[in-house]
């Protein structure tokens, strides 16, 4: 079953135009000055087959088709974007001059490998939940690449689940140190509701049932109870929800957040239904690529002469049996 963003629309949707810009510098990093492989194959229209060679959900199809529009190659997609397959498949034909098609083929290959290995991690993770009867949300963190946040956020979207805050602007996230800063929790918490407004919602990170009660008195949104046990996680959710309301209309509106150290492994055992959301880095980071590799078949004017030669020798043939 699709769930989260892909079951409302097209995930490419919420791309910014900046990300056309980030290809852009990608490509230039890559060959910032001569291009001396290019050189060696020339221009000739060639084609070359996108093939999908271990297990995975095929993610970054925007970015893969930028790079090359960029180069003045064009994409056919045979997988869709979030579909899964198996080993090998051929997921895609990308067409154009063979030296442009080389100039994007790293770069392509790269962004689609990681964005595809962490939707696929994703998906498996958010599956794994579901069977273990968990109903609400999977997210993933702000530990992500810097430079490479919005490919990672994109690929935690193909794959279902919810991708966290953006960054820092996004949500406000008091932890340990700020809240030394601050003084309290009480403070940091009213400090960040005073600056950010009602339009900008207050986490609270809490090692504690004590620090939590405390965190949603001040007015935080968001209690994430970091690094618990799984029976610890349990007690203080049902001990949080009992004191201050279960839904609308309850005394305080707020959502119960777990997190630290969360993997396949251990994640079932955290399930329980007065938790909102589970996050986890391990979705995203230190994940296993999808493979590609990115094979030319062939240029293309070389076939359209044996098509045309295979033609005429056809046409040749028929004319003498009418003869």
């Given amino acids: 079953m699709v769930e989260g963003a892909p079951a409302h629309g097209n995930v490419a949707h919420l791309l910014p135009q900046s990300y056309k810009r980030m290809i852009s510098e990608w490509l230039e990093e890559d060959t910032p000055s001569f291009d001396y492989g290019g050189f060696v194959v020339g221009e000739e229209i060639s084609e070359a087959k996108l093939l999908g060679k271990s297990e995975g959900i095929v993610a970054g199809v925007p970015f893969f088709n930028e790079v090359f529009r960029q180069l003045d190659c064009t994409v056919q997609w045979h997988v869709k974007e979030g579909q899964s397959f198996q080993p090998i498949t051929h997921c895609a034909t990308v067409r154009g001059p063979v030296r442009n098609i080389l100039l994007g083929e790293r770069v392509a290959l790269n962004i689609l490998a990681r964005c595809s290995g962490i939707a696929t991690k994703s998906a498996r993770l958010l599956s794994l939940l579901r ?3 968990y109903k609400n949300t999977l997210a993933g963190t702000r530990k992500t690449t810097p430079g490479f946040r919005l ?42 509701k005073a600056a950010g407004g009602f339009a900008i919602k207050v986490e609270v990170e809490c090692q504690s049932f004590e620090e939590a ?51 396949e492994d251990n994640v079932a055992a955290y399930v329980c239904e007065d938790v909102d959301i589970v996050s986890t880095s391990s979705i995203h980071q230190g994940v296993k690529h999808v493979d590609f590799s990115l094979k030319i078949v062939g240029d293309l004017k070389s076939k359209a002469k044996k098509s045309a030669a295979s033609i005429e020798a056809l046409c040749d043939a028929l004319s003498e049996e009418l003869q």
């Fill in 131 to 133: 069977k273990a009867g």
């Fill in 151 to 192: 490919v990672e956020k994109y690929g935690m979207l193909v794959g279902g689940v919810d991708p966290h805050r953006q960054d820092l602007s996004a949500m406000t996230m008091l932890k340990d140190n700020h809240v030394v800063a601050a003084g309290s929790i009480t403070n940091a918490v009213r400090a960040a």
């Fill in 213 to 263: 009660d405390e965190a949603i008195t001040a007015g935080a949104d968001v209690v994430m109870l970091d690094n618990f046990s799984p029976d610890g996680v349990k007690t203080a959710a049902a001990q949080l929800k009992d004191k201050w309301g279960r839904g609308a209309g309850d005394r305080k509106t707020f959502l119960v957040e777990v997190s630290g150290g969360l993997t």
